[in-house]
């Protein structure tokens, strides 16, 4: 087996190491409002949970030259944003969003995603999502780097949950009707694959 030390590597091939190893990864689709007021929208792969008590979530959001992205910096400044699920219906769109645009241009008009008011936060989503979870910020953490941080740790504390009717029923999801799109690496995705039950140890 090939040992790798990753202080002998550069950047570039810890994250390719990363990234093409802890797959697949759940996508955020992530919304925020700039103190402008510009509606900004952008993917995250960087994410997970945290906590079902309080329900606790988290992204990673990486910094792009030792700056903040506009979706970190918007967030730490308002304290609240939208987190939806990629699914297979919507990311084509989502994808768009990734492009590197202005803060003061919208990746929601670029992809014409459809804004929705949120319940308890200023934050919209968006209604091509079949989940999303309004939120406000928990905490964030800079992370990383030698000099400057090369990363903002967003926990954010779900405040509403949203989700289709038909997903559902008696308390559970249906995985096959959300679709959920995963990250691999590059510019590869998966889809819900083979469904197998192993039963957990008592």
């Not at 008011?117 to 209604?127: A, D, H, N, R, T």
Request: charged share 25%; net charge negative.
């Amino acid at each position: 087996m090939l040992s790798i030390d990753p202080a002998t590597n550069t950047e570039r091939e810890n994250y390719k190491f990363l990234i093409g190893s802890i797959i697949p990864r759940p996508i955020a689709f992530v919304t925020s409002i700039s103190k402008d007021g510009i509606l900004n929208g952008a993917p995250f792969s960087y994410f997970n949970i945290v906590s079902a008590n309080p329900p606790l979530i988290s992204l990673a959001i990486q910094r792009s030259g030792g700056g903040q992205k506009d979706t970190a910096r918007n967030i730490i400044e308002s304290k609240e944003f939208v987190v939806h699920i990629v699914n297979e219906q919507n990311v084509e769109k989502i994808n768009q969003t990734a492009a590197s645009l202005p803060p003061h241009q919208s990746e929601i008009e670029l992809a014409h995603l459809t804004p929705i008011e949120s319940e308890k936060i200023s934050v919209p989503g968006v209604e091509e999502a079949k989940i999303r979870m309004e939120c406000v910020l928990e905490h964030s953490l800079e992370l990383g780097g030698l000099d400057t941080p090369s990363c903002d740790l967003i926990i954010g504390k779900v405040v509403q949950f949203h989700i289709e009717n038909d997903l559902y029923e008696k308390g559970r999801i249906d995985p096959r009707g959300l679709g959920a799109i995963s990250r691999l690496a590059g510019n590869d995705y998966a889809k819900i694959g083979e469904i197998f039950t192993i039963d957990r140890p008592k």
